[in-house]
């Protein structure tokens, strides 16, 4: 089973400013990751499929990268309505990262 | 637009079993592979089941093998989950979602549900 690390758990950032998060796999999962934005209440939306590619409508300020092991995506400047819980989630057994807060500071 | 509606939530004693639906619209359901997240109060997202977009293949995570089952109806655009033996760790909002790409489920979830909620409580 392939385990999905998050990190860090909450990161407190100011509007304007750009967001680093990262998620981490324990064992190569190619570029078959994708990246979700859930806000209190709300279900998840897709923002990022593999690894790389924005989903229909997501602005471009949402950026992911990464293959193998290693992953990120960066918001590059935060806008009020970034202010969520973000999970990543491979696509070859469905399993999700726990999350990374982005609260404001 | 695609709209998926979840609904069969509420409260349900341990040991019960309790069926979910998700009604979709907006889309050529019998063509997408679907799936059931679910998510227990302020935790994380866990995937749960998937069906192939013709009914033939269903596949469920570890926690919840054995004891439920996905099926859906292509003529009425419907998608169900029965899941037995319940138990507190089944509390959770569940949310069917809509898989990616058509015929080939390829595991993301481009549309979701609002979710319905399930406590399983004495």
């Known amino acids: 089973e392939t385990i999905l690390t998050q990190s860090p758990a909450t990161l407190s950032l100011s509007p304007g400013e750009r967001a680093t998060l990262s998620c981490r796999a324990s064992q190569n999962v190619s570029n078959y990751l994708a990246w979700y934005q859930q806000k209190p209440g709300q279900a998840p939306r897709l923002l990022i499929y593999?690894?790389?590619n924005r989903a229909t409508g997501i602005p471009a300020r949402f950026s992911g990268g990464g293959s193998g092991t290693d992953f990120t995506l960066t918001i590059s400047s935060l806008e009020p309505e970034d202010f969520a819980v973000y999970y990543c989630q491979q696509r070859n057994m469905w399993t999700f990262g726990q999350g990374t807060k982005v609260e404001v500071k | 637009q695609v709209q998926l509606v979840e609904s069969g939530g509420g409260v349900v004693q341990p040991g019960r079993s309790l069926r979910l639906s998700c009604a979709a619209s907006?889309?050529?359901?019998?063509?997408?592979?679907m799936h059931w997240v679910r998510q227990a109060p302020g935790k994380g997202l866990e995937w749960i089941t998937l069906?192939?977009?013709?009914?033939?293949?269903?596949y469920y995570a570890d926690s919840v093998r054995g004891r439920s089952s996905i099926s859906r109806d292509n003529s009425k655009n419907k998608l169900y989950l029965l899941i037995d033996s319940l138990t507190a760790k089944d509390t959770a909002v569940y949310y069917c979602a809509k898989d990616f790409a058509h015929y080939e489920s390829i595991g993301y979830f481009d549309f979701w549900g609002r979710g319905t909620l399930v406590t399983v409580s004495s």
């Open positions: 907006g889309f050529t359901f019998r063509f997408y592979g």
């Open positions: 069906i192939s977009y013709d009914g033939r293949n269903q």
């Open positions: 593999d690894a790389s």
